[in-house]
């Protein structure tokens, strides 16, 4: 810093390393700093950064950035290459991005960024996490960055995976590699169930391709085919590989090609590939072609011989029949095996073969699974006497079986019976072990499927209303323990518990969670200063917005316009869009296109909550053709809003007006097309599903 005889001042940077332009940033602030070191391989600045007056919110993120710079050294046994990294909260308004891994800048979200002391462990769970994967992108990413767009999922795979394995390990008592089956590899593996799904490797020219590729294949699922690597290898070797890829291509550019050759050079150093097999053609059958197997296990009567079959598997029934095939590793769990191939192959099954048999000795009263907590990235299919054993174990002793692994057979048998391979009676016998049961796990799976299975239903009253009555059976020892706010969390997933039996209760017209939602909605509406504090209180709110009559959609939207507090903001936000009636829903809108009020995330909100929103939509769009660029920013964020409400649709009546809507804005014909056929996935479902639903439902309702 040099001062000159004028009163000017000359600012010199260090230089920088060779690097992407886009991950160059300058912040300009008058931001309150707090500042420590880590120390592992050198001495690290590291800085946490925000508005002054949320500068008491900065300690956590501080703490944990010191944990993980430190993590990431330590894991990859290789130096972060500058002498400091900043991370700085941006208001939520100003910042489109969720966090952005400038290289030594990263800046955040202020919501995904901010931990007040008030703050529960789920809150903690996503700022650490988040932390995580914007530090991993220091070295994938930045350090090493991918040739081309088409291989972004060298960056966000390694990303995803270590959002979870690097913050379980800094932060233990937060149990977030266990959330990788729920949560990641769940979510890919429906996603990539489509027939219109792509590659992890894409190629793609254009700006607008390649802002498609920021998916759920370039993270989720990039992520669980490495974490699959990650056990199949071994973790020893695994990293060994990908300390090998750091050392060789640290500040170049890297193809796939170069990732595979050093995870060869680490598998058989240690000899960890079946000998007519090579990293490059394992992974190119993962990162080459779409879509995910589904294992079909058939075990043979009177012997040892175990059938397995691979095929591709797809959410609804396919007109045409597919060849693909994969390398898939086995892993497996039976009593005797003593837990030695959960996470170590105990075959592979070789890409060009559809079948395999293996000789597993199985005692008459194993346990017997594949792919226990779902290690590799398939889904697992039995035959019906296996399931029949495994639904006897559930009823008998569950807790023989860990909570994620219940999630996972829920989560199997419940997309297996929509897609016509196995029979809903045998899913809804799955998941109806939950009626005693508690564990998060085991109903986070079962969550995102009941939300599924809601949302199909909701074209046929009669089987919705079937149901409904199920699940007020289904849910109630669940909401017993977790459905009053006045419930102290003694556990790290208790929170997360409790908003699945708060959400599932009142969706469903459960009476006590109806009351608790109108009396926090009196609560709200008679304070001075309406502010929502938590989840938990705005999934109330939302639910008695749902059905009250003379919301105050003014107090609501004065709320929004000087709330400051990211959080808050959001919640409020999301509360915004559970108004139920036309009229409420087009005096939101008006407010917020007055105000210029992030009318584009505002949408997206109303898109996750239901389809009853699409007519005001469209409406919308249609009155707002000359102002789309003011509502929308970039035509990444309207493909996000169409991409939300195709999700949510699952009628020809609403999926005509999703096609209206399309010729309204400046959508490609092949994004379109994509929608399109995605719409009419969900369509085909009903055709074939729903009879058979409802017969079951009506079982269950006798």
Same mark, same amino acid.
């Given at each position: 810093?040099?001062?000159?005889?004028?009163?000017?001042?000359?600012?010199?940077?260090q230089?920088?390393?060779?690097?992407q332009? *886009?991950?160059?940033?300058?912040?300009?602030?008058?931001?309150?700093?707090?500042?420590?070191?880590?120390?592992y391989?050198?001495k690290?600045?590291?800085?946490?950064?925000?508005?002054?007056?949320?500068?008491?919110?900065?300690?956590f993120?501080l703490?944990?950035?010191?944990?993980?710079i430190?993590?990431?050294?330590m894991?990859?046994?290789?130096? *972060?290459?500058?002498?400091?990294?900043d991370s700085?909260?941006?208001?939520?308004?100003?910042?489109?991005?969720g966090?952005?891994?400038?290289?030594?800048?990263?800046?955040?979200?202020?919501?995904?960024?901010?931990?007040?002391?008030?703050?529960n462990?789920?809150s903690?769970?996503?700022?650490s996490t988040?932390?995580?994967? =914007?530090?991993?992108?220091?070295f994938?990413?930045?350090?090493?960055?991918?040739?081309?767009?088409?291989?972004?999922?060298?960056?966000?795979?390694?990303?995803?995976?270590?959002?979870?394995y690097?913050?379980?390990?800094t932060?233990?008592?937060l149990l977030?590699?266990?959330?990788?089956?729920s949560?990641?590899?769940?979510?890919?593996?429906?996603?990539?169930?489509?027939?219109?799904?792509?590659?992890?490797?894409?190629?793609?020219e254009?700006?607008?391709e390649?802002?498609?590729?920021?998916?759920?294949?370039?993270?989720?699922k990039?992520?669980s085919v490495l974490?699959?690597?990650? *056990?199949a290898?071994?973790?020893?070797?695994?990293?060994k590989?990908l300390?090998?890829?750091?050392?060789?291509?640290?500040?170049?550019?890297?193809?796939?090609? !170069?990732?595979?050759?050093?995870?060869?050079?680490?598998?058989? =150093?240690d000899?960890?590939?079946?000998a007519?097999?090579?990293?490059?053609?394992?992974?190119?059958?993962?990162?080459?072609?779409?879509?995910?197997?589904?294992?079909?296990?058939?075990r043979?009567?009177?012997?040892?011989?175990?059938?397995?079959?691979?095929?591709?598997?797809f959410?609804?029934?396919?007109?045409t029949?597919?060849?693909?095939?994969?390398?898939?590793?086995?892993?497996?769990?039976?009593?005797s095996?003593?837990?030695?191939?959960?996470?170590?192959?105990?075959?592979w099954?070789?890409?060009?073969?559809?079948?395999?048999?293996?000789?597993?000795?199985?005692?008459?009263?194993?346990?017997?699974?594949?792919?226990?907590?779902?290690?590799?990235?398939?889904?697992?299919n039995?035959?019906q006497?296996?399931?029949?054993?495994?639904?006897?174990?559930?009823?008998? !002793?569950?807790?023989?079986?860990d909570?994620?692994i219940?999630?996972q057979?829920?989560?199997?048998?419940?997309?297996l019976?929509?897609a016509?391979?196995?029979?809903?009676?045998?899913?809804?016998?799955?998941?109806?072990?939950?009626?005693?049961?508690?564990d998060?796990?085991?109903?986070?799976?079962?969550?995102?499927?009941?939300?599924?299975?809601?949302?199909m239903?909701?074209?046929?009253?009669e089987?919705?209303?079937?149901?409904?009555?199920?699940?007020l059976?289904?849910i109630?020892?669940?909401?017993?323990?977790?459905?009053?706010?006045?419930?102290?969390?003694?556990?790290?997933?208790?929170?997360?518990a409790?908003?699945?039996?708060?959400?599932?209760?009142?969706r469903?017209?459960?009476?006590?969670?109806?009351?608790q939602?109108?009396?926090?909605?009196?609560?709200?509406?008679?304070?001075?200063?309406?502010?929502?504090?938590?989840e938990?209180?705005q999934k109330?709110?939302?639910?008695?917005?749902?059905?009250?009559?003379?919301?105050?959609?003014?107090?609501?939207?004065?709320?929004?316009?000087v709330?400051?507090d990211?959080?808050?903001?959001?919640?409020?936000?999301?509360s915004?869009?559970?108004?139920?009636?036309?009229?409420?829903?087009?005096?939101?809108?008006?407010?917020?296109?007055e105000?210029?009020?992030?009318?584009?995330?505002?949408?997206?909100?109303?898109a996750?909550q239901?389809?009853s929103?699409?007519?005001?939509?469209?409406?919308?769009?249609?009155?707002e053709?000359?102002?789309?660029?003011?509502?929308?920013?970039?035509?990444?964020?309207?493909e996000?809003?169409? !991409?939300?409400?195709?999700d949510?649709?699952?009628d020809?009546l609403?999926?005509?007006?999703?096609?209206?809507?399309?010729?309204?804005?400046p959508?490609?014909s092949?994004?379109?097309?994509?929608?399109n056929?995605?719409?009419?996935?969900?369509?085909?479902?009903?055709?074939h !599903?729903l009879?058979?639903?409802?017969?079951?439902?009506?079982? *269950?309702?006798l």
């Open positions: 810093l040099i001062f000159s005889p004028e009163g000017k001042k000359l600012v010199t940077f230089r920088t390393p060779r690097m332009t *886009y991950l160059l940033a300058f912040l300009v602030s008058d931001y309150t700093v707090k500042r420590d070191f880590a120390n391989m050198k690290i600045t590291v800085q946490s950064m925000s508005r002054p007056t949320h500068a008491s919110q900065l300690s993120s703490d944990a950035s010191v944990k993980l430190d993590e990431l050294q894991y990859f046994d290789h130096p *972060y290459e500058m002498s400091k990294i700085v909260g941006i208001p939520n308004n100003d910042f489109a991005a966090a952005m891994e400038n290289w030594g800048l990263v800046t955040y979200r202020e919501s995904y960024f901010l931990i007040t002391e008030s703050s462990d789920n903690r769970r996503s700022v988040i932390i995580a994967h =914007e530090f991993a992108h220091q994938f990413g930045n350090l090493m960055a991918p040739k081309w767009w088409s291989y972004l999922w060298l960056n966000e795979g390694f990303a995803t995976l270590y959002e979870y690097l913050a379980d390990r932060h233990p008592h977030i590699k266990q959330r990788f089956s949560g990641a590899l769940q979510t890919a593996l429906s996603a990539d169930a489509s027939a219109t799904i792509r590659s992890m490797t894409h190629y793609v254009t700006v607008p390649t802002n498609r590729l920021f998916d759920r294949i370039a993270y989720e990039s992520g974490r699959m690597m990650h *056990y290898l071994g973790e020893a070797t695994f990293v590989g300390k090998h890829y750091i050392k060789q291509h640290q500040n170049s550019v890297v193809v796939p090609q !170069n990732l595979f050759d050093s995870l060869q050079k680490a598998a058989a =150093e000899g960890m590939l079946p007519n097999a090579s990293m490059t053609m394992i992974m190119e059958s993962w990162s080459n072609q779409p879509g995910a197997p589904v294992v079909t296990i058939t043979q009567t009177g012997t040892d011989d175990v059938l397995f079959e691979q095929k591709r598997f959410s609804t029934t396919q007109s029949e597919n060849n693909q095939t994969w390398w898939i590793p086995i892993f497996m769990y039976t009593n095996s003593g837990g030695w191939y959960e996470k170590s192959p105990l075959f099954i070789p890409q060009g073969s559809k079948q395999v048999t293996h000789k597993i000795s199985i005692q008459q009263d194993d346990v017997f699974l594949i792919n226990p907590a779902q290690t590799g990235y398939y889904r697992v039995y035959d006497q296996t399931w029949n054993n495994i639904i006897d174990r559930l009823r008998s !002793n569950p807790t023989s079986f909570a994620v219940r999630g057979l829920i989560d199997d048998s419940m997309n019976a929509n016509g391979l196995l029979s809903h009676d045998t899913a809804f016998q799955i998941l109806d072990h939950l009626r005693n049961n508690t998060f796990f085991a109903w986070k799976s079962a969550y995102r499927n009941i939300l599924e299975l809601e949302k239903l909701t074209v046929d009253p089987a919705l209303d079937l149901f409904r009555k199920y699940l059976e289904l109630d020892t669940l909401y017993a323990d977790y459905g009053t706010e006045k419930r102290k969390h003694h556990h790290t997933n208790d929170y997360d409790q908003l699945i039996a708060v959400d599932l209760a009142c469903i017209g459960q009476q006590a969670c109806l009351e939602a109108m009396s926090k909605l009196n609560v709200l509406q008679q304070r001075t200063t309406l502010t929502i504090r938590s938990a209180e109330l709110f939302c639910h008695a917005l749902r059905t009250a009559k003379g919301v105050d959609v003014d107090k609501l939207t004065e709320a929004f316009e709330e400051d990211a959080r808050s903001r959001r919640y409020l936000m999301d915004l869009a559970c108004v139920g009636s036309r009229e409420e829903q087009e005096r939101v809108m008006a407010f917020l296109v105000q210029n009020q992030k009318v584009d995330q505002f949408l997206e909100a109303v996750e239901s389809g929103w699409i007519v005001s939509i469209f409406d919308l769009l249609s009155r053709q000359a102002h789309l660029d003011d509502i929308f920013g970039s035509k990444r964020s309207m996000k809003l169409l !991409n939300k409400l195709a949510r649709i699952v020809q609403n999926a005509e007006r999703l096609r209206q809507m399309m010729m309204i804005l959508v490609s092949s994004f379109a097309a994509n929608i056929s995605r719409v009419e996935e969900q369509i085909r479902w009903q055709e !599903n009879p058979l639903v409802r017969r079951i439902l009506q079982q *269950y309702a």
